[in-house]
């Protein structure tokens, strides 16, 4: 079935740092990709997504790009902030599944930037 | 309220005794998920709800596992015979689409944490 492996954390980074969290899919087909974020004491919200092969997704100041060919959808800061401390998670639409809400996410990845 | 509201926020319940889980959901949102997050498992899909109807209760991991959606709006979660693998962060998310569209979006709650002891 389709599974979505995401870097371990925690990650510990001061601030402007540069970030990356690897997540790498298995799925069937070319499904759409997301990352989510959950703040501290909040409900997960949509970061980005991108839709097929070579799409960027990019908010707040973070990208992502569906690479094929290599079936992963890294996430990236130039510089993250205080503010982006948070978990990450990695996700994609369940293969079959009567709603793309249905969906397959990674472990999920702690962040945390120190001042 | 603007967001996806889930009540209680924390719930201490005894080995054996039901619960009910209750999520608001944005109004208009026909789509609704409730979700499951624990340290062992991550997050889970339970079911989906398109109106009241339920066309996907997959996710539901026992017979002890039911949810109903009235009006359209409000779902409530139940546990019966609560067990200690229950204790998890249950969380709801609604959207505005029907069916499989790459734009959809999912608006989570907070969660409500459930403690079996």
């Known amino acids: 079935g389709d599974s979505v492996t995401q870097m371990e954390g925690p990650v510990t980074l001061s601030e402007e740092a540069f970030l990356t969290i690897n997540c790498t899919y298995t799925a069937t087909g070319y499904p759409s990709l997301f990352w989510y974020v959950q703040y501290p004491g909040e409900g997960l919200q949509l970061l980005l997504k991108?839709?097929?092969?070579?799409d960027k997704g990019s908010n707040k100041g973070f990208e992502a790009t569906y690479r094929k060919e290599t079936t992963s959808f890294h996430l990236e800061k130039g510089s993250v902030q205080v503010s982006d401390s948070a978990v990450y998670f990695c996700a994609l639409p369940n293969a079959g599944g009567t709603s793309y809400g249905k969906l397959t996410f990674g472990q999920g990845t702690i962040l945390t930037v120190h001042p | 309220g603007a967001g996806v509201s889930q009540s209680p926020s924390n719930k201490v319940t005894e080995k054996g005794k039901d619960v009910e889980l209750r999520c608001d959901p944005i109004?208009?949102?026909?789509?609704l998920y409730w979700y499951r997050q624990s340290l062992g498992q991550g997050l889970e899909f339970l079911i989906y709800?398109?109106?009241?109807?339920?066309?996907?209760k997959s996710g539901l991991p026992s017979d002890r596992f039911s949810a109903e959606r009235t009006g359209g709006s409000v779902s409530t979660l139940t546990i019966q015979r609560t067990q200690q693998e229950d204790s998890a962060v249950y969380l709801c998310?609604?959207?505005?689409?029907?069916?499989?569209?790459?734009?959809?979006?999912?608006?989570f709650g907070s969660g409500t944490q459930l403690s079996v002891l």
């Open positions: 991108a839709t097929k092969a070579d």
């Open positions: 709800f398109q109106g009241n109807s339920a066309p996907d």
């Open positions: 109004s208009g949102h026909t789509a």
């Open positions: 998310a609604s959207s505005l689409y029907r069916g499989r569209s790459t734009n959809e979006k999912l608006f």
